[in-house]
């Protein structure tokens, strides 16, 4: 499995762009990368899914550059209400059937 | 539609006693998914379905725990003489199909005293 690594925690103030940044060097060719957000309390959520260049949805966007060993999740104009942990998986979308959770990255949003 | 459930929400229990924790998939959701969250923690796969039956069981930590899957829909995941170390979040994902995107129930808090 590729192991994924990010930033622990992240800070922002409402408004402001957020960009976290996940690294996933040893990403296999069948690898998807997702995005799931949770908050306290919750199951996590899926937020956004891709495999190669830029993936956008109403919540956020994902970046991706060519080599895949790496991918950017970014959310625009972030509020309170985006606090959160973020986790960055990397797996197939099948065949691997359970989803591999890191420690993900808390960011607080600030007013 | 209704989201993934589960019950109870929070449960305490003594040391030794077992616990029988329940999710109710979305309907016609064929794959199932069983996990665990320790606090402050990532997390950690136990158990998946497809349809009634299993094929990976990996991740159960230990021969106290099992699960089981009736109908193709409701599973119940079994802890017996349950440990201090068992204490976590429980949490339950279903997904329409394997390798499709996993929706997450609110989970059943489990405090063992």
């Known amino acids: 499995l590729a192991k994924t690594t990010q930033p622990i925690s992240m800070d922002s103030y409402e408004g402001q762009e957020v960009n976290i940044t996940c690294s996933h060097n040893n990403i296999a060719t069948n690898d998807y990368i997702t995005w799931y957000q949770q908050f306290p309390s919750q199951g996590p959520r899926f937020i956004i899914q891709?495999?190669?260049t830029k993936v956008t949805n109403e919540v956020a966007s994902l970046f991706i550059p060519a080599d895949r060993k790496s991918s950017t999740l970014s959310l625009p104009r972030v509020s309170l209400s985006d606090t959160a942990v973020y986790y960055c998986l990397v797996g197939r979308n099948t065949g691997r059937r359970a989803l591999t959770f890191g420690s993900g990255t808390r960011l607080q949003v600030q007013p | 539609g209704a989201g993934v459930s589960q019950s109870p929400s929070n449960k305490v229990t003594e040391k030794g006693k077992d616990v029988e924790l329940r999710c109710d998939p979305i309907s016609g959701h064929t794959a199932l998914y069983w996990y665990r969250q320790s606090l402050g923690q990532g997390l950690e796969f136990l158990i998946y379905f497809q349809g009634n039956s299993a094929p990976d069981k990996s991740g159960l930590p230990s021969d106290r725990f099992s699960a089981e899957r009736t109908g193709g829909s409701v599973s119940t995941l079994t802890i017996q003489r349950t440990q201090q170390e068992d204490s976590a979040v429980y949490l339950c994902a279903s997904s329409f199909g394997d390798g499709e995107t996993q929706y997450f129930g609110p989970g059943t808090r489990l405090l063992v005293l």
């Open positions: 891709g495999y190669k």
